[in-house]
C-alpha cells in the first residue's frame, strides 16, 4: 500500500501541496493515454475539496467499496479517511487479461483549511462517491462587523 | 482539469451541444479476467447513477459508458482538487467464444460489472487422466 500523505510528509497543506499537483498531472496523463503510461503512483483515494462560507464538502473517488469499509474521523483541522478498497473476486485459477484497478486498505489525512466541529460531520455514499460535509464551529465562524458612517 | 469542473459550475447555461462538447470523456479503470466458464469485466464509474450506464455488444465489441450526474454543489469553490468528473466510456474486444445472448451486467457503489459467458464449445473441459497400471 502507499504511504499516506499524512506518514510521510506531515499532513498536506490546503492549496500548496506540490505532490498531489503531480500526482492530479500523472493522473490526467494516465487517462489520456490509457495503458501506454506507468501506473500512478498516487495516495488513494483521490480527493476533492469544496468549500462554501463556513462549510466544506470533501468528496473521495471509492468506486466498490462498502459504505460499512469506511471510517472517517476528525480532529482539530485533520480529516482522516481510512478503510479498505474493494478488490477484485477473481478467483484463484481465473487468467488475467487486463489488471487496472487497485485495491486494498487505505489511510489518508488531509489539513483542513479551518477547525471543524466533530459533531456537525455528515457523510454519505453516493454511487462510488464518499462526500463529507464539515462545518467550522459556530464559536469560530468569521463575525461581521458593520461599519457605521459618523 | 480542475478549471473544467469550475466552469461547468458558474452557473451559465449552455446549448445541448455545447455541453455535450464540453463534457470531459475519461477511460475507466477495468479489469479482465477469465475462468473456465466466462469473461468477467469489472470498470470503476464512480459518480454515474445505474440508470445512466449503457452497456452496449455490437458483433464483438464490447462498449461501455456512463454518464456522471455530477453538479457543483451550490455555492461552493473548488479549492483542493485530485480528480476531475465526467463521463467514462470504453470499448473492448471481445473474444468470439462469448455468448452474446447471456451476457449480464450488474451495477453497483460506482462499479460496473459484466459477466459474459462463454459459449459452450469454448469452455474448457477438464479431461481427466485414467491411471493405467
Known amino acids: 500500500m502507499l504511504l499516506s500523505d499524512f506518514g510521510r510528509f506531515g499532513p498536506a497543506p490546503l492549496g500548496f501541496d506540490p505532490l498531489a499537483e503531480m500526482r492530479r498531472m500523472q493522473r490526467d496523463i494516465n487517462r489520456l493515454f490509457g495503458d501506454f503510461a506507468a501506473p500512478e503512483p498516487e495516495a488513494l483515494p483521490a480527493l476533492n475539496v469544496w468549500a462554501g462560507d463556513s462549510t466544506l464538502v470533501v468528496t473521495a473517488e471509492l468506486p466498490g467499496t462498502a459504505p460499512e469499509a ?19 473476486d477473481a478467483p484463484e485459477q481465473a487468467r488475467w487479461h487486463l489488471r487496472e484497478r487497485r485495491g486494498g486498505p487505505f489511510s ?14 455528515r457523510a454519505r455514499f453516493d454511487n462510488g462517491v464518499l462526500g463529507i460535509e464539515l462545518e467550522r464551529p459556530e464559536q469560530d465562524k468569521p463575525k461581521r462587523i458593520p461599519v457605521k458612517s459618523s | 482539469m480542475a478549471t473544467a469542473v469550475q466552469k461547468r459550475g458558474n452557473g451559465q447555461v ?22 473456465d466458464e466466462s469473461f468477467v469485466v469489472t470498470a470503476e464509474m464512480p459518480g454515474v447513477a445505474a440508470d445512466a450506464i449503457e452497456v452496449e455488444v455490437e458483433g464483438d465489441v464490447l462498449r461501455l459508458h456512463g454518464r456522471t450526474s ?64
Open chain 1, 70 to 88: 469506511v471510517d472517517v474521523t476528525v480532529r482539530e483541522d485533520l480529516l482522516t479517511i481510512r478503510g479498505e478498497a474493494a478488490t477484485s
Open chain 1, 108 to 121: 489518508r489525512t488531509i489539513r483542513l483549511p479551518f477547525r471543524v466541529d466533530p459533531d456537525k460531520v
Open chain 2, 14 to 35: 449552455q446549448s445541448a451541444a455545447a455541453e455535450a462538447a464540453t463534457r470531459q470523456v475519461f477511460m475507466p479503470l477495468a479489469d479482465v479476467f477469465e475462468t
Open chain 2, 70 to 133: 455530477f453538479a457543483v454543489p451550490d455555492g461552493y469553490r473548488l479549492i483542493h482538487g485530485e480528480y476531475a468528473d465526467g463521463d467514462y466510456e470504453r470499448v473492448l474486444a471481445l473474444p468470439d467464444s462469448v455468448d452474446a445472448e447471456r451476457i449480464t451486467a450488474a451495477f453497483s457503489n460506482g462499479l460496473l460489472r459484466i459477466e459474459l459467458p462463454k459459449a459452450e464449445s469454448a469452455r474448457t473441459r477438464r479431461i481427466p487422466l485414467r491411471a493405467e497400471s
